[in-house]
């Protein structure tokens, strides 16, 4: 019975209950009327009572309607409900009767409320027993013992007790034997008040099929151990646990030489004896006997005469308790082998012979080994000193470098400090050609350090990707003024290209290319192109100079090499040029002839585009007098102490100049300390000028700008100095260089 019936049935004996009470004060009040007519004599009240009873009586009556007719409502309702609920039950024992598996539904406490003649199909001597009401139990015990499951034939109360645990669970499914070979799949759930529905599936075509299924797969794995037996060259037969011929191949009746079917022949192992031992009269050696405990379980193999044949016998103990036999006639092998033992025997003698011949040989290559072993020793030697010998060139022009680049810069200093002056026009001049010289000085020594590095590899490529026609552009400023007092012109041909190199040596290469291709052309034009091609950038430097004859295009490239002795060059850039490219796999092409000019071009692999930095993060340097600056500077060179302070004292710096940490402390007193710090890098007694500059800042206690000068010109001290953001400044340092330096760090 649903909720909505259980309410209708409590409403209407409510108002059945109501109504008895108001039958009864209706009978109260009659009474009651009847006695005070006895009571009193007065009309006028039994008038007054009469009116008043009157007026209570049509009250109860019309309240006594009502709930008449409440409940003649409540009635109506409650008979819809019972046809409604009647009509729903009806159309769900009709749903659940029309599925074709078994439906049954359990209450909260496990007894039967609803099944199918499906869920009875299954249980076909259970049918007549079970009703509505029956608990789990008791069906469960019925099916025990008069359905005879095969899982319960045996062990009743374990099959009950196992069956009571997975219903009490009822969390999926398992599958179920019948005794009339069917199989069931049971599902069972729970439901939201408690109670347990299950739905039972006839899976027994499934099973079936799946047999079915297993039975062709174990006959094709048949097929194929017999497929695989028949391409074998030796015979294979097997036995089972019981001795009898389970396979075999085509092979065994031939090696045998069995005349019929070894089916028949060699039906049992007993017949596989018989054979061999008396048709082929083998000496099998036992090899052939039948092994029947776990003690002789591993193969064995015996090689066995038959009459003139002879057989390598293996056998091999399955499994299951059955046995495999192979055979392999090895006859014509054994007389391969006896063949090759006196080819052999024959070969020895002969390589006998030949080992004293080979001996005698060997004793003279190795007196010429030993030579050339003495001659190797010696080159190596050769070649140990010279490598020493080129180290030691290359640390003697960098030590070399390093010590003219001090006076040099001091030279510098002071040109430059002449040059801020003014002068009389000579002096002007000598001046100027001072400076020129210098240069040249400079220049030269730059390039024999380069190439010293070069050689020693020193410099080691660092490999981006960058746009090749920013580089060109920065080229073209730097060059069109050269171009330009040359009465040259000078035309820059670029496409926004990437490629993959090294932005510095390739910066030099083609510097190197462009003022070669300026200084040497007397008039005309120099042109730089850049082209892409199948993956790969070439960038040529044309110029309408005089050419150069083709047996002297490959001495330019070798050191102090002019053809043109009266040109300012020395000879060193391409070879520059050849180690720089040389590194970086990069190819060099000369393309020229006499009164043709010439083309130097280098060929680049192409790059990938990557994110460009959004700036150089370098502000702008101040536009303010460095009048009254207070400048330190901090060398271990008195020439070079006295031409900074020349050159600084010219800009309206105040400068003071020391040799070390404690000089420099005692030339600011009374709290004073300099606005800026430069400092060489190379000191006295292995001091630096980086530690210098920190002892100074943490004596004055404050930050001071600084910045680094030396002629020192390695990676190594470049890469320090800019991982701690100190700016360097190579000797000999160029005035404009200096003066930018110093606006950038102006407080």
Not at 155 to 164: E, G, I, N, Q, T
Not at 637 to 666: H, N
Not at 708 to 735: F, Y
């Amino acid at each position: 019975m649903s909720e909505a019936q259980r309410l209708d049935l409590t409403e209407a004996d409510a108002l059945r209950e109501e109504v008895r009470k108001l039958r009864r004060i209706n009978a109260a009040l009659m009474d009651r009327v009847e006695r005070s007519t006895d009571m009193s004599a007065s009309a006028f009240s039994m008038f007054e009572t009469a009116i008043s009873l009157e007026a209570m009586v049509r009250d109860r009556t019309s309240q006594l309607e009502d709930a008449l007719g409440q409940l003649a409502k409540a009635n109506s309702d409650l008979a819809a409900a019972h046809r409604s609920a009647e009509a729903a039950q009806i159309r769900l024992r009709d749903a659940i009767d029309s599925i074709n598996e078994g439906f049954v539904l359990f209450d909260a406490d496990d007894r039967l409320i609803l099944f199918n003649e499906a869920y009875l199909g299954f249980w076909p001597d259970l049918a007549p027993h079970i009703h509505e009401g029956m608990a789990f139990t008791d069906i469960a015990h019925l099916a025990a013992k008069q359905d005879r499951l095969p899982g319960a034939a045996l062990a009743p109360d374990r099959w009950v007790s196992d069956r009571l645990a997975r219903h009490g669970v009822a969390d999926g499914g398992h599958v179920q034997a019948l005794a009339d070979g069917r199989w069931v799949q049971i599902n069972e759930l729970r439901t939201s008040e408690g109670g347990i529905v299950g739905i039972y599936t006839d899976i027994t075509e499934v099973k079936a099929e799946d047999a079915r299924a297993r039975a062709r797969e174990l006959a094709e794995r048949n097929l194929v151990l017999q497929s695989t037996l028949d391409t074998l060259s030796e015979g294979v037969c097997m036995f089972d646990s019981g001795g009898r011929l389970s396979a075999w191949n085509g092979a065994l009746g031939r090696l045998l030489g069995l005349t019929d079917d070894p089916a028949t022949s060699l039906a049992t192992h007993d017949g596989l004896l018989d054979w061999c031992r008396t048709m082929m009269a083998m000496e099998d050696h036992g090899c052939l006997d039948w092994r029947d405990d776990d003690r002789h379980a591993g193969p064995v193999s015996q090689l066995c005469p038959a009459r003139d044949r002879r057989y390598e016998i293996r056998s091999t103990r399955t499994g299951q308790g059955g046995q495999v036999f192979s055979f392999t006639d090895v006859t014509d092998m054994l007389k391969a082998q006896a063949a090759l033992q006196e080819t052999a025997e024959t070969l020895e003698g002969r390589v006998s012979e030949r080992t004293a011949e080979l001996l005698t040989v060997n004793a003279q290559l190795g007196r010429e080994v030993a030579e050339r072993r003495t001659i190797e020793a010696a080159l190596t030697e050769a070649k140990i000193a010279a490598e020493k010998a080129n180290l030691s060139k290359t640390s003697f022009l960098a030590a070399a470098s390093h010590d003219l680049l001090q006076p040099l810069n001091a030279a510098c200093l002071f040109v430059a400090a002449l040059g801020d002056r003014r002068l009389a026009l000579p002096t002007r001049a000598l001046v100027s050609q001072t400076a020129t010289a210098l240069d040249s000085v400079e220049d030269l020594l730059e390039a024999l350090l380069e190439i010293s590095r070069l050689d020693a590899g020193a410099i080691q490529p660092e490999i981006s990707h960058f746009r090749i026609d920013q580089l060109l552009q920065t080229l073209n400023v730097e060059f069109t003024p050269m171009a330009r007092s040359a009465g040259l012109a000078f035309r820059m041909e670029t496409e926004p290209l990437w490629v993959e190199s090294d932005v510095r040596l390739l910066r030099r290469i083609l510097q190197n290319f462009i003022s070669n291709a300026i200084r040497y052309t007397a008039s005309g034009s120099v042109r730089v192109t850049c082209t892409a091609d199948r993956g790969q950038v070439t960038v040529a430097v044309i110029d309408t100079g005089r050419g150069i004859a083709a047996d002297q295009q490959s001495l330019i490239f070798e050191e102090f090499r002019r053809l043109d002795t009266r040109s300012q060059g020395k000879g060193l850039g391409l070879a520059i040029v050849r180690r720089a490219a040389d590194m970086l796999g990069h190819d060099i092409v000369l393309e020229s002839a006499p009164g043709m000019g010439s083309t130097f071009s280098i060929t680049l692999p192409l790059g990938r585009p990557v994110t460009e930095p959004g700036g150089d993060g370098v502000a702008a340097p101040r536009d303010r007098s460095m009048r009254g600056l207070r400048v330190l500077v901090v060398d271990n060179e008195r020439q070079i102490q006295s031409g900074m302070r020349t050159l600084l004292s010219g800009w309206g710096c105040t400068v003071a100049v020391a040799g070390d940490y404690g000089e420099a402390v005692r030339l600011f007193a009374d709290g004073e300390r300099p606005d800026i710090i430069l400092a060489d890098y190379h000191l006295n007694d292995g001091e630096t000028g980086d530690r210098v500059i920190a002892r100074l800042q943490a004596h004055f206690g404050a930050t001071i700008p600084a910045g680094m000068i030396s002629a020192d010109r390695g990676e190594a001290l470049k890469t320090e100095l800019a991982a701690n953001g100190m700016p360097l400044l190579n000797k000999p340092v160029k005035p404009a260089q200096l003066r930018a330096l110093l606006r950038t760090m102006l407080p």
